[in-house]
């Protein structure tokens, strides 16, 4: 089976019931699992669980609910432990018997305040080998990954101001706010790969997503062409990071200081050739060279109307490839490791 666009395509849901739809899919084509249903409390604001699947009844889902919450799947169970009508019994094997299932595997999910289980429900009192275990762990994590970008993307932004901002780049330009999302995801997640604090993870995120900030002051007949550019068009275009710096740097009542770096030099090159600036190595800040490689990482990973997105293979080609050059090597290092982890559904 080839996936290799399947992170790209969780990443880029927008809810976790699209997610699970498609990651049922996978578990169904893979390890023979009829269905996958989460269920999450958030300890600050729920006692009972809120519950997630496709293709299944409310009342099966209701008997799943009473086996997670009976059980204590999300503190008590161990991790890919399974239930089935022969090691069930009393009010779990009431349960059971009324969903149309032998045997249920389940998963812990874990992010900030949200927690809870991923059930995997089989038609026939099955054993999960040790590479189908995996398999379920691969799934587990792509389901942790989609609620922690549900999770960002419904964050309001601190100050105002910011928040003024990016709604005036959403009405001139939504690819552009939804790359911005993007690169502020994977920003994250290679910063905390990276050993980023939390304080620097925090302002890592505001700044990618303010980095094209710059484009609102970009003509649209240019930001949006669909073809390639011209060079004149082309230096046009370059001048967003210096805009965007210009813009932040003049907004009165918020602290922005650590954020004009990754605004003004995300384009810099680690070989001295990026603009607007040309520095070199490691005179570009890490956060900056972080949010370099996650914006070239999402924009060809990305369908634009002149041009399809690339293959992920191909990408992490490219990503070889100008590792030292264009971008901080060992960084590169460091989200290829992410991507394979990512990617182990291919087969």
């Known amino acids: 089976m080839q996936n290799s666009l399947f992170f790209k395509n969780v990443i880029n849901s927008d ?6 739809g498609q990651l049922s899919d996978i578990a169904k084509k893979t390890i023979g699992c009829e269905h996958i249903s989460l269920f999450l ?16 009844s409310t009342a099966v889902m209701e008997q799943l609910q009473n086996i ?36 249920i595997y389940g998963f812990h999910i874990k992010h900030g305040p949200s927690y809870g289980a991923l059930l995997f ?51 001139k330009d939504s690819f552009t706010v939804d790359h911005c999302y993007n690169v502020a995801f994977y920003s994250s997640l290679l ?18 997503l303010l980095h094209d900030i710059g484009k609102i002051a970009i003509p649209d007949h240019i930001l949006m062409k669909p073809g390639r550019l011209t060079d004149e068009e082309f230096n046009v275009i370059r001048q967003h990071p210096v805009i965007g710096y210009k813009l932040l740097k003049d907004l009165p ?33 890490l956060l900056v060279r972080i949010v370099s490689l996650a914006d070239a990482f999402d924009a060809m990973t990305s369908t634009r109307v002149y041009r399809d997105s690339l293959h992920v293979h191909e990408v992490k080609e490219q990503l070889l490839i100008h590792a ?14 992410i991507i394979d982890e990512q990617m182990q559904m291919n087969s």
């Not at 030292?324 to 490791?337: A, M």
């Open 15 to 20: 809810s976790i019931f699209e997610s699970i």
């Open 41 to 56: 409390i958030d300890e600050k604001h729920q006692n009972t669980p809120a519950s997630y699947s496709v293709n299944i």
């Open 68 to 103: 997670v919450v009976d059980i204590q799947y999300f503190a008590n169970i161990p991790e890919g432990s399974s239930l089935s009508m022969h090691n069930a019994s009393g009010n779990l094997r009431d349960y059971l018997k009324l969903t149309k299932y032998q045997s």
């Open 121 to 171: 429900s089989f038609l026939s009192d099955v054993e999960l080998s040790n590479e189908q275990l995996q398999m379920c762990t691969v799934i587990k994590l792509h389901m942790e990954q989609l609620i922690k970008k549900i999770q960002f993307r419904r964050q309001v932004l601190k100050q105002k101001t910011y928040e003024n901002l990016f709604n005036t780049l959403r009405m």
């Open 191 to 208: 910063g905390a790969r990276a050993g980023l604090n939390e304080v620097d993870i925090e302002t890592l995120k505001l700044g990618a």
């Open 253 to 285: 009542d918020v602290e922005v200081e650590d954020l004009l770096p990754i605004v003004r030099w995300h384009h810099e090159r680690m070989d001295g050739t990026g603009y607007p600036d040309q520095l070199h190595g490691k005179d570009i800040p």
């Open 324 to 337: 030292g050059k264009q971008f901080d090597e060992n960084l590169v290092q460091i989200f290829l490791s």
